[in-house]
């Protein structure tokens, strides 16, 4: 069974929901969880505008602004107010709504004295804000709670609950119209509503029959929500507490109080998930039954296969034995063969990349061209081993294709050429193949020649033989011009 308590300036009272009918009660059954509803003095509203700020940086400002406005109390809570803004107010707002109880000392001492689990406590006012956000309703409206000797005041500004009030106001129609009066003037002076505005659409909860006529002079006018049942309502107060049942937006209880009540909830969810997870294993077996029959029947049919399979294989075995070699012998031959056949590199991108070198002078003539596969665990150029300088970029680095080639040839130069030429014509053959990506030069022939010249004492030639050895790479670049010069 629901039950509420209800806290007013007066005192407290229980009340309890038989179907859908509210009674009074002396006291609390101590099986039953309990909603707390506050008409207290000590609530208030207050909407307070914020830097535009997102994540933790938002959360953590909130948070200041509630200590510092309710410093004493855990009794507090906040919202965005996130129409104020339009679409960016959505995704980062920077208008909020404080509300909360200053003094806790009341609701302290009644909490103390619940055994029952709390499902949470909700300031009257946010009650009435959210029965009165109704879209049938204005957007601005007074949403007004009489009591026997109290007033409880709500302004709503689009829809949300700005400020609330709690008059010691005697159960009189005149005495109530001046105090909304005197709320109007407030609002007015803080510009919260316009001053031109003629008149003010007024939510009263209560009998309307004795303030309906004054209502008029004070620029007011009443409202009605929309609601389904056409009954009227004797107590507003007990639509209250159906609406704080729901679990509404404005809880204010610290967790601390609600521990009892949040650990029957969680233990409720662990029951219900286990219950469903037996429920599906349940119908996930017996779903299978069939496709667990199929899989046995597709089981014999794979095992019949396998058996005729084994006695081919049985058949080829004893007539591969006729021919003395093993089966696997063979696809290693075969293996061994296509991979040395697909990594021997081409001749002509190595002719072609030494054309390129030679194609500085049209008069040059290339002799006793030679082309190697160099062995692996062998040195390129053995001829060239005792040469004392050797230059170029290295050996192929660990990951790049291993295979090298070697390259040898002589270059004959028109006897014509002086000391000068012959000397920029092998400076330039030599620093082209030094160039080259991955080449490594044994066997330089300009280097012999400037070492003849040395030897020689004046400029004459050392070297009988213009002679290169150098190694390279087996799969080389393709430069971008040859490869589209190919295509054509």
């Excluded at 855990?74 to 709504?97: H, Q």
């Excluded at 609002?187 to 001053?195: G, K, M, S």
């Amino acid at each position: 069974m629901i039950q509420v308590l209800y806290l007013t300036p007066g005192g407290s009272q229980w009340w309890r929901r038989d179907g859908k009918r509210w009674y009074p009660d002396t006291r609390s059954r101590e099986s039953d969880r309990v909603w707390v509803v506050t008409d207290l003095a000590e609530e208030s509203l207050a909407e307070s505008k914020l830097p535009r700020l997102f994540g933790r940086d938002r959360a953590a400002m909130v948070q200041r602004q509630l200590n510092g406005r309710y410093p004493d109390s855990p009794y507090r809570g906040s919202f965005p107010n996130s129409g104020a803004d339009g679409i960016l107010g959505t995704l980062a707002p920077t208008r909020f709504v404080f509300f909360g109880i200053d003094s806790a000392e009341r609701l302290n001492h009644e909490l103390d004295e619940i055994r029952n689990p709390l499902v949470g406590v909700w300031p009257i006012s946010m009650l009435i804000g959210a029965l009165a956000a109704h879209r049938s309703l204005p957007p601005d409206l007074f949403a007004v709670l009489p009591g026997p000797e109290s007033l409880r005041i709500v302004f709503l500004k689009n829809r949300v609950p700005i400020l609330t009030r709690l008059t010691l106001t005697p159960d009189r129609p005149q005495a109530q119209v001046d105090e909304i009066v005197r709320t109007i003037r407030h609002l007015e002076n803080t510009q919260a509503i316009p001053r031109d505005r003629k008149t003010f659409p007024l939510f009263y909860l209560g009998d309307i029959g004795g303030i309906e006529p004054l209502l008029a002079a004070a620029r007011l006018f009443l409202v009605e929500p929309y609601r389904r049942d056409t009954n009227p309502i004797p107590d507003w107060r007990h639509a209250l507490f159906d609406l704080a049942v729901r679990s509404p937006k404005g809880q204010i209880a610290p967790v601390a109080r609600r521990v009892t009540y949040l650990s029957e909830r969680v233990k409720q969810l662990a029951r219900n998930l286990s219950i469903l997870t037996i429920f599906a294993g349940v119908f996930a077996a017996s779903s299978n039954l069939l496709a667990i029959y199929r899989m046995l029947e597709q089981h014999a049919t794979i095992t019949e296969k396998i058996e005729n399979l084994d006695q081919e294989i049985d058949l080829l075995n004893a007539q591969i034995g006729r021919y003395g070699v093993s089966p696997d012998a063979v696809r290693k031959a075969v293996t061994l063969a296509l991979a040395e056949l697909d990594t021997v590199p081409q001749l002509e991108p190595h002719l072609k990349l030494l054309a390129r070198g030679l194609a500085i002078d049209a008069n040059l003539r290339m002799r006793e061209f030679q082309w190697r596969l160099v062995p692996s665990g062998t040195e390129a150029c053995p001829t060239a081993a005792t040469v004392a300088a050797v230059s170029g970029t290295g050996e192929p680095q660990a990951g790049s294709d291993l295979r090298r080639i070697e390259i040898s040839f002589e270059l004959g130069i028109p006897e014509s050429y002086g000391p000068r030429d012959r000397a920029l014509v092998l400076r330039s053959i030599s620093a082209y193949l030094e160039g080259l990506e991955g080449a490594k030069v044994w066997q330089d022939a300009n280097k012999e020649h400037a070492r003849g010249s040395l030897r020689g004492g004046s400029i004459v030639s050392g070297a009988t033989k213009l002679a290169w050895c150098f190694s390279l790479p087996g799969v080389i670049p393709v430069v971008e011009g040859e490869e589209k010069g190919s295509r054509t």
